[in-house]
């Protein structure tokens, strides 16, 4: 994968876009974990989120790199 | 070994001992920490300003984190509004710094009046879009060909700090609105509580104090119901328990804006009833009412809970049942005793008005306390109305917004000119700070006086400044050094933003100390720069106040023109618009325009008096239009009543115009209309409920046109007063 995307000529890190979409994917998931009340399980919410999004967003960073 | 056992001894060790005890040093203990994290990473990054982040993080913080969420957003958004409309400017006229100027003046202008139109959040959002063309426009004009570059840094350094933010709050202690929210609506249901049953019908007069009930309960209410409405905005984004509780506290709002309505429409009644009807009527509606005070109280205190709201509502529930019954043994009492007196006739409709107004309050009491009980179960819909409650959209008087436009275009073409004229090394962070208080404070309560906070702030500011790039900045040699050295000057600002009645003192500290602080790429430390930008800074300030204090929208005789002219023209509205949406429309305008206006009612003289007695009194009328309009509409064609247009349209064009005359006509046809439903024939027609409906209605409206405490007292003569008596 190109490690810069040209956005109308100037030259946006991959990363970004990586990025946004794992915050994209990790509000997806926060909506359907409030939504079923997943959430009752978890200890530290706001951690698990913070988890999730790392998760997402490595996985992705690294496909890139 | 520290297994997870004892970590999470600690941490609820350090939540029962630490937090409680002082939630101000987590908080600026969470503020250093977003701070040191942003500038950290900015470093690392090699951006050229590491204290934007610093900056944004400072801005951003709050003690709860939903609010740092929703702020967040808006500076996001507003920044790379603003990025791009300096990409556009300075595309455009780069060469021509007068047409640049021109064309940022006008930018400036629609964004402060953007800042007017909305509130809260979305307001500093707008004023960041109109501010950040300065921070990336103007030393743009300088090299234009560096812009992209300040535009991008701009906006990378602003998402660390926000990033830095959010993460911060809403990982160490993070704090929900929620629980705001809830001590609040509890706080709310037993105030409103107190206020009930601390009303004493036949004696409000005495209760006061005063000629007029006292109206600042119900303003504090009005205000509550907007800020409690924009804390729960903020709150859409906190994941807990706030997104549940939405909805329901929606309908608690609107459940509350309508019985806090009536509360005041039968307060006035009631006083109303003393001034000028038969002291029996008063006794009858009194003995009625001390019923419902029992009904409210909760083992002899009110409700305190939603549980114990639960019961208050059955409670409440078991009186509206009972109420029928209890009204017969009034009623009979009332014509026993009334016997005795002559002029009977207009002594009963006293009575039937207070009585239908007492058993809307009660229906909408029950509704309230309804809601607020189910809040108790979190899953539970009863009580619950199923349509959606009406949202509380925003109106905004043009003129205002124009004029708060004008205020920051005229603050920018002065300083601008200062800087071209006189050729003025600081003029560029002069202008920014101008314009950065010319416009944040613009949709402020008292504009002069948050200014002058910020002066305060600025100027201790100042002083840190001093002392850290001049004696502290200099020795700092690593990382922890740097820490060290800012960490004073930030734990005191944010220590400042703590205290309520300071806070923007705070902000004033942390601005100006973010903004010149030494540690760019390169070290900067030369005094007299220094002293020409605190200079510049001041003055800026100042001159931002000056235009507060000449185009001043929030105080004085200006504002309440505007407040009477748009309370007319809601009652027009409520005259004329579509019926089936007047309700709730006239509610909400009705809401905003108090709000809008309540930040001048703070200074308790005469004229506030009136402001807020017209309100008031504007609810009254609006209501009583649009139950007659309902009940016009509900017996259709067969119109017995064929004075009811005409009072309709009798009313709309007197306040559409006001004068003797109107008035007067006005006045006339209510008199006929309760003459013609005198009549055999609409007597026959129409159902016993209906006209008697019919009754109240135009009697209620009759009352509060000729009310004397009304603002219109002017406009009605002499005679009028006898004939009611």
Redesign the interface.
């Known amino acids: 994968m190109p490690r810069e995307i040209a956005l109308f000529d100037?030259l946006v890190p991959t990363l970004l876009f990586a990025f946004l979409f794992g915050a994209a994917m990790s509000w997806i998931i926060?909506v359907v974990f409030?939504r079923y009340g997943l959430?009752r399980d978890i200890?530290y919410?706001?951690?698990f989120?913070?988890a999730v999004f790392i998760c997402i967003f490595a996985c992705c960073g690294l496909l890139v790199y | 070994m520290i297994t997870s056992v004892h970590f999470?001894n600690f941490c609820v060790a350090c939540k029962n001992t630490i937090f409680p005890a002082s939630p101000t040093l987590v908080y600026i203990f969470k503020v250093l920490l977003a701070s040191f994290m942003a500038l950290g990473i900015s470093l690392k990054f090699e951006l050229e300003q590491p204290r934007t982040a610093m900056m944004t993080v400072a801005i951003v913080m709050h003690s709860r984190s939903g609010m740092v969420f929703t702020k967040s957003i808006y500076r996001l958004l507003g920044t790379l509004v603003g990025v791009a409309a300096s990409f556009l400017l300075v595309a455009m006229f780069a060469q021509e710094r007068v047409l640049f100027l021109l064309c940022m003046a006008i930018w400036i202008g629609i964004c402060t009046a953007g800042s007017m139109i909305f509130r809260h959040h979305q307001s500093y959002g707008f004023v960041l879009a109109g501010y950040t063309i300065c921070i990336v426009g103007l030393p743009a004009t300088i090299n234009p060909e560096l812009t992209?570059n300040i535009g991008v840094t701009r906006v990378s350094e602003i998402m660390i700090g926000l990033l830095c933010a959010g993460?911060v709050s809403?990982?160490i202690f993070?704090q929900r609105i929620w629980t705001v929210v809830s001590a609040s609506i509890s706080k709310r249901f037993s105030d409103f509580s107190d206020l009930v049953i601390a009303m004493e019908p036949g004696r409000t007069r005495v209760a006061s104090g005063s000629h007029r009930v006292k109206a600042s309960p119900i303003i504090r209410f009005v205000t509550d119901i907007f800020e409690l409405e924009s804390l729960s905005a903020s709150s859409s984004l906190e994941?807990?328990d706030s997104?549940t509780y939405r909805l329901k506290l929606n309908h608690l709002n609107s459940a509350f804006m309508e019985v806090s309505t009536t509360f005041h429409s039968l307060q006035q009644l009631l006083r109303r009833h003393e001034d000028y009807s038969n002291p029996i009527v008063s006794e009858c509606i009194g003995e009625l009412y001390q019923h419902l005070k029992a009904a409210l109280l909760f083992e002899g205190h009110v409700a305190q809970s939603s549980s114990q709201a639960s019961v208050v509502a059955i409670q409440i529930r078991q009186y509206r049942e009972s109420l029928p019954s209890l009204l017969k043994d009034s009623r009979a009492q009332l014509l026993r005793k009334l016997n005795a007196h002559a002029q009977a006739d207009s002594d009963r409709l006293d009575f039937e008005t207070g009585v239908e107004l007492l058993q809307r309050f009660v229906d909408e009491l029950y509704a309230y306390a309804m809601t607020y009980a189910s809040l108790a179960d979190a899953n539970g819909q009863s009580g619950m109305a199923k349509n959606e409650p009406p949202h509380f959209k925003l109106d905004f008087d043009v003129l205002t917004a124009a004029f708060a436009g004008l205020r920051g275009i005229l603050t920018l073409v002065i300083l601008t000119a200062m800087w071209i004229f006189l050729d003025w090394r600081s003029g560029v962070e002069a202008i920014t700070l101008g314009v950065i208080t010319s416009t944040l404070f613009a949709s402020s309560r008292s504009p002069s006086k948050t200014v002058r906070q910020f002066l305060i702030g600025a100027l201790i500011g100042t002083f840190f400044l001093y002392l850290c790039n001049f004696y502290l900045l200099p020795n700092a040699k690593d990382f922890l050094m740097l820490m060290l050295v800012l960490a004073p000057a930030i734990a005191f600002a944010a220590w400042v933003t703590t205290r309520q009645a300071y806070a923007t003192i705070g902000a004033g500290v942390f601005i100006i100390f973010l903004m010149h602080s030494g540690f760019n790429a390169a070290l900067s430390a030369e005094p007299v720069i220094f002293i020409n930008d605190a200079i510049a800074d001041i003055m800026a300030i100042t001159l931002a106040g000056v235009m507060y204090e000449l185009i001043d929208l929030t105080n004085g005789r200006w504002s309440q023109q505007r407040l009477s002219k748009n309370l007319h023209k809601l009652i027009v509205f409520s005259c004329e618009g579509p019926l089936k949406l007047a309700r709730v429309e006239m509610e909400r305008r009705l809401r905003s325009l108090g709000y809008r206006f309540s930040g001048a009612w703070q200074g308790g003289t005469r004229g506030d008096g009136e402001m807020v007695d017209h309100l008031l009194s504007s609810i009254e009328i609006g209501h009583a239009v649009i139950a007659l309009r309902e009940l016009l509409a509900e017996i259709g064609s067969r119109s017995s009543l064929k004075a009811g247009d005409e009072i309709v349209k009798g009313v709309a064009q007197f306040y559409a115009s006001p004068s003797h005359r109107r008035h007067d006509l006005v006045v006339a046809s209510i008199a006929e209309g309760l003459a013609d439903l005198d009549t055999d024939i609409s007597k026959k027609e129409l159902a016993q409920g209906i006209r008697l409906q019919f009754l109240t209605t135009l009697h209620l409206l009759r009352s509060v046109l000729l009310d004397e405490a009304s603002v219109f007292s002017s406009f009605r003569p002499m005679n009028d007063l006898e004939r009611t008596k």
Do not use: E, G, S, V
């Open positions: 100037a926060d409030t959430y200890w919410r706001a951690l989120r913070l | 999470k992209f993460l809403d990982l993070p994941n807990d997104r």
